[in-house]
């Protein structure tokens, strides 16, 4: 339970150091050399190159981010900075539930109208919820980006909530929230946000709490629309064959009547304070599922990218792949370790970044009677990792 992250990263940053961008060469000049045996650490020549990109900021304060490549597809990702954080307790869930009335129809386009719609262009609209953003995505035809961010003004602006829709709805998300308690993964890492980050609204689950499904009004839910979808709160990512300037031009034609700011005041709260915890709980299989989590550093820390890293380095393990007869998969160092403990079945990790804060552990299942020997055991791998990682397996 101990706290392995400060300043003094447990990846130095001077160990991992970010390419310098290239110009990108025209697709015809573009000369492959997958057949060059590679210096150790050195990087790919397709790879040694960030792709043109720009950032522009409209007057209501909508930021139009472009990373230009050529392809037919545009994806257009619409982030908006409110999530189940933003909630009050009062109205938890609003959020979700607030994500799944914009398919539900505006006085445009009803729900069958905008799912035909969407199916004639051959576009695909999906969308999410986290604890401290929302996202929306629809992938175009590049021919009909106009029409897709009119169709997210639409859906995302002008709204309905018909009341009618809103009572449906009700039992898709509770069916949903019972079939995320059926993953024994997610149902312990929420449980280690509620036990770290107790009291503080980002400890409440994503589809908010499970008695309020049956109660959020359709007021709570305008509410938290129009004191969140304001122009400093979101944030477009647009990638594809796309004219930055052009784009901009859409967007504030669409997005333009947004208000920058909102007249309800946003909720105020404090940063978390993380509290070490680890969470148990007993599988109907006989095995002890536990999570053990630390606290690690927000999206905008310098050490984001790092922990990204350390996640990919600690990885995934699950024991029934290696009782595989001729398994020929390839193994990190620690999986090739833990192939050593019968007692354990899974491990997963998970790095779970917040704007303020964010949770690095991971996920085990083991043999009950050798649960705290097993916790005893990940916790001295992590411990060991902080002082004798190398750069091999950065590199690795």
Known sequence: GDKIY??????NNQVFELQKSVEIPKENNLKFKCDKELDWGEIPYELNFDRKNKTSILNNGI????LDYSSPIISISVFIRCGSVDESLEASGSAHFLEHMHFKGTPKRNKKQLEMEIESKGAHLNAYTTRDYTSYILNVFKEEIDWGVELLSDILTKSLYLSNFIERERDTIYTELIECEKEEFETILENSHYTVFKDHPISRPILGLKENIMSVTRDQIVEFHTRNY???????????EVDHDNLKFIINKHFG?????????????????FKPRVTLTDGPDGFLKAGMFWEAPSWFDEDYIPFLILQRIVGDYKKSLFDLPNNNQSCNKFSNLLASVPEIETIKT????????????????????YGEDTL?????????????????????
């Open 350 to 369: 998970a790095f779970t970044p917040y704007k303020d804060v964010g949770l690095f552990g991971m996920f085990v299942e083991c043999e009950d009677k």
């Open 257 to 273: 009547h947004l208000p920058s700011t909102s007249n309800i005041p946003a909720l105020v709260y404090t940063k978390p304070e």
């Open 230 to 240: 304001c122009g400093q709160k979101i944030l477009f990512s647009v990638t594809g």
């Open 6 to 11: 400060n300043k003094e990263s447990l990846i």
């Open 376 to 396: 005893l055991f990940l916790r001295a791998y992590i411990q060991d990792l902080y002082i004798n990682i190398s750069e091999t397996d950065i590199l690795n």
């Open 63 to 66: 930021s139009v981010t472009t």
